[in-house]
């Protein structure tokens, strides 16, 4: 019994980091993100470190099942140690210096960065702005958040079309 409601927790625990690092999930770094003894997989973007540590956490719930304990203390402590290094690196990942490169590079990567940062500032705010509206009680408060929530969405759109122009100059720059 005690098993299943831990698991239930961790579940909830890496549930509510993905739904943490969902606006910068898809945001990729030069390098990679952790040690490969923490996360197998080598993709530079930190939602493949989310699906790897899901994948770890269903793999633990059939050690579970199968009654296997060596397993179980392996995974129960990779799975933690994949859980705290995945929210280091959400409240953090605009502080992540990038791997040397040409000043150009540089430059460049360091403008992805700043969009990264404002198109989830971007999100942040148009979220809090639909929340309000379907809170909203008079058709004058309605209207004034109407009219925000499609002002944020058009400079989300503006910074999304930015932030490929700026990938779009990084892979031209890579090749």
């Not at 930190?46 to 296997?68: D, P, S, T």
């Not at 209207?143 to 031209?172: D, G, H, W, Y």
Request: glycine share 2%.
């Amino acid at each position: 019994m005690k098993t299943d409601t831990l698991l239930q927790s961790l579940d909830a625990q890496l549930s509510r980091l993905e739904a943490e690092i969902a606006p910068v999930a898809q945001h990729a770094t030069l390098g990679a993100r952790f040690d490969r003894q923490l996360f197998t997989t080598r993709s530079p973007r930190l939602q493949a470190c989310a699906e790897e540590a899901r994948a770890n956490l269903r793999a633990l719930g059939r050690a579970v099942a199968q009654q296997q304990p060596a397993q179980v203390q392996w995974l129960a402590e990779r799975l933690a140690a994949q859980l705290e290094a995945i929210a280091r690196e959400s409240k953090a990942w605009m502080l992540r210096g990038w791997d040397s490169g040409s000043p150009g590079l540089t430059r460049w990567q360091r403008r992805r960065l700043q969009h990264q940062e404002y198109e989830r500032r971007l999100l942040e705010m148009t979220q809090a702005r639909r929340q309000r509206l379907a809170q909203a009680t008079t058709l004058d408060e309605q209207q004034r958040l109407s009219r925000e929530v499609e002002a944020c969405a058009a400079r989300l759109a503006r910074c999304r079309a930015a932030l490929e122009k700026i990938e779009n100059v990084l892979a031209r720059m890579t090749r």
